[in-house]
C-alpha cells in the first residue's frame, strides 16, 4: 500500500518505519532541513530501541523515504497519515495548530485530485477535531476523501514493539471504504488474534485521552499509597504485589516514584480535563490526579531538605537517569527537571549521567548542572546519590565504587530500585518511595 506520513517525530517516524516493514511504500513528510538531512543520510533521529535496525533496512531497500513537498506525499499516498505535535497550550488544551494547517495544505492539493484519498489522524486530539478537519477540507474544494482516526499507544522504549505487535487497533471512521482501507492495512499486525476495534470517530478519539487518563490515575493512585504506607510503616512492594495478583486490577502501572511525565500523560490529562469543561462536565478525579503528580516532587525534595536539615546550600548531588522513564531519550516533562531546578534554587549543585537523554536535557538545563561521563564520574565527592530513571545499568552497581565515590553512603531512590535488606547490608543510609528508611550496618 502506498502511505504518506505527516511528521517524523516520535509518532510518525516509528509509524512510517513499522508501515515500511510490512512491504508497504512509505513517503514521510517533514519542514525541518535539519531532520530531513539526517533521515536522508541513514541517521536515526530519536533514541528508540529496534528503530535503527528496521529504519536501515527499509531505508535501504527504498519502501521509506523523506521529503518535505507535501504534494507529492500526498499525491503519492492513498493513506494521509497525520503524525503532528498537539502541545499544551497554556489553558491546558491541546494546540491543534498543526493539525489544522495541514489540513487546510492538504485541502488545497485535493481540490483538483479525483483520486480518493483517506486522512487518517494519528494525532492526539481531543473529541471532535476529525469533524474540524473534515469541514476545512471541504471548504476548500475536496471531494473524493474520508477522514479517520486511529489512535497510537505507543510506549516509549517499547515502541516499535507496541507497533508491530498491538495489543489492538482503534479504528474511527464513517464509511465501509475507510474501514476496509485500514482494516486490509493493519491486519499483518495482528496475525496472532489481538482485535482491531471499530467504532465511531469521537468514541475513537475519547479512547487514547481516556487510556492514557487511566494509567496516569493509577499510577497516581500508587503515589498517594506510597506516601501513606511510609506514615503507616507499610511496605508499599508489598501492597503492591498483594494488589496486583488480583486479575480485575493486574500488575502493570502500581509502581511508585515521583510522578509520570513524558510526551502524552502530562499533556493528555490536561487535554481531557480541558475538553470536560468545556462539555460542562468536569472530570474532577483527573484534576486531582494532576494535582497530586506535580506534588510527588516536591514530596521528594522535601525529603532530601529535611536530610541535610533544611539547608541544601553547598550541597553536590549525583544523579542517576535525567530522561522520564528507561530506554528513552524524552525529557518532556521530566519530573527530573523540576525536583533539580528546586535543588539548585536552593544553592545546591548537581552532576548528573543519563545513557540517552543527556544531550536533550541541555535544552531543560542548559548549563545550570554538570553532564558526567559516565555514571560512576557523577559520584565525585557528592554528597549524596538522587535516582530519577531506572535505567537497567543502574540496578546492580558496583556498591564498593558508589561508597569510595560519595562523601557518605547516601541514596534518594525516586523509582525503588534497589532492595532494603542490600542496602542495609551494603551500609547505605537509603530512601525510597513507600517504603522505610534504611540505616546501613556499618
Not at 499486525?189 to 487514547?208: H, Y
Not at 534518594?412 to 547490608?425: A, C
Request: glycine share 8%.
Amino acid at each position: 500500500m502506498k502511505l504518506a506520513v505527516i511528521g517524523t517525530g516520535y509518532v510518525g517516524l516509528v509509524s512510517g518505519t513499522c508501515f515500511a516493514e510490512m512491504g508497504n511504500n512509505v513517503i514521510c513528510v517533514d519542514n525541518n532541513p535539519e531532520k530531513l538531512k539526517k533521515l536522508n543520510a541513514g541517521q536515526v533521529t530519536i533514541y528508540e530501541p529496534g528503530l535503527e535496525l528496521l529504519y536501515q533496512r527499509n531505508f535501504n531497500q527504498k519502501r521509506l523515504r523523506f521529503t518535505n513537498d507535501l504534494k507529492e506525499a500526498v499525491d503519492f499516498a492513498e493513506a494521509i497519515f497525520l503524525c503532528l505535535p498537539t502541545p499544551q497550550g497554556e489553558d491546558g488544551s491541546a494546540d491543534l495548530t498543526h493539525v489544522m494547517e495541514i489540513a487546510s495544505e492538504i485541502g488545497d492539493l485535493l481540490k483538483d485530485n479525483s483520486n480518493y484519498k483517506l486522512i487518517v489522524n494519528k494525532s492526539t486530539v481531543p473529541v471532535g477535531t476529525v469533524a474540524k478537519v473534515k469541514e476545512i477540507l471541504l471548504q476548500k474544494g475536496a471531494k473524493s476523501f474520508d477522514v479517520a482516526s486511529n489512535p497510537e499507544f505507543l510506549r516509549e522504549g517499547f515502541a516499535v514493539d507496541d507497533f508491530m505487535k498491538p495489543d489492538r487497533i482503534v479504528i474511527g471512521a464513517e464509511s465501509e471504504k475507510a474501514f476496509k482501507l485500514l482494516r486490509n492495512l493493519y491486519e499483518p499486525f495482528v496475525r496472532q488474534g489481538n482485535p482491531i476495534i471499530e467504532m465511531d470517530i469521537r468514541s475513537a478519539e475519547v479512547t487514547k485521552y481516556a487510556a492514557n487518563s487511566y494509567l496516569a490515575t493509577r499510577i497516581t493512585f500508587m503515589n498517594e499509597l506510597a506516601n501513606f504506607c511510609e506514615k503507616a510503616g507499610a511496605n508499599v512492594d508489598l501492597v503492591r504485589k498483594g494488589m496486583g495478583s488480583d486479575t480485575r486490577i493486574g500488575k502493570r502501572f502500581l509502581f511508585p516514584g515521583i510522578g509520570y511525565g513524558g510526551s502524552c500523560f502530562p499533556k493528555d490529562v490536561n487535554a481531557l480535563i480541558k475538553t470536560s469543561l468545556d462539555f460542562g462536565s468536569e472530570l474532577t478525579l483527573l484534576t486531582l490526579v494532576d494535582k497530586i503528580n506535580k506534588e510527588q516532587r516536591l514530596r521528594f525534595f522535601n525529603k532530601i531538605k529535611k536530610h541535610f536539615n533544611n539547608n541544601i546550600r553547598g550541597k553536590k548531588f549525583a544523579v542517576w537517569g535525567l530522561a522520564f522513564k528507561p530506554n528513552t531519550d524524552d525529557m518532556r516533562e521530566a519530573p527530573s527537571v523540576p525536583v533539580i531546578k528546586m535543588l539548585l534554587e536552593s544553592g545546591a549543585s548537581v552532576k548528573a549521567f543519563d545513557p540517552a537523554a543527556m544531550e536533550n536535557a541541555k535544552f531543560y538545563l542548559n548549563d545550570k548542572i554538570e553532564y558526567a561521563e559516565n555514571m560512576y564520574d557523577a559520584l565525585t565527592d557528592a554528597d549524596a546519590l538522587l535516582i530519577f530513571t531506572e535505567w537497567n545499568e543502574f540496578r546492580n552497581p558496583d556498591f564498593t565504587k558508589v561508597k569510595s565515590l560519595l562523601k557518605e553512603p547516601l541514596i534518594f531512590d525516586g523509582r525503588n530500585v534497589y532492595d532494603l535488606d542490600d542496602m542495609e547490608e551494603q551500609g547505605f543510609t537509603y530512601y525510597s518511595i513507600g517504603r522505610k528508611t534504611v540505616r546501613g550496618k556499618d
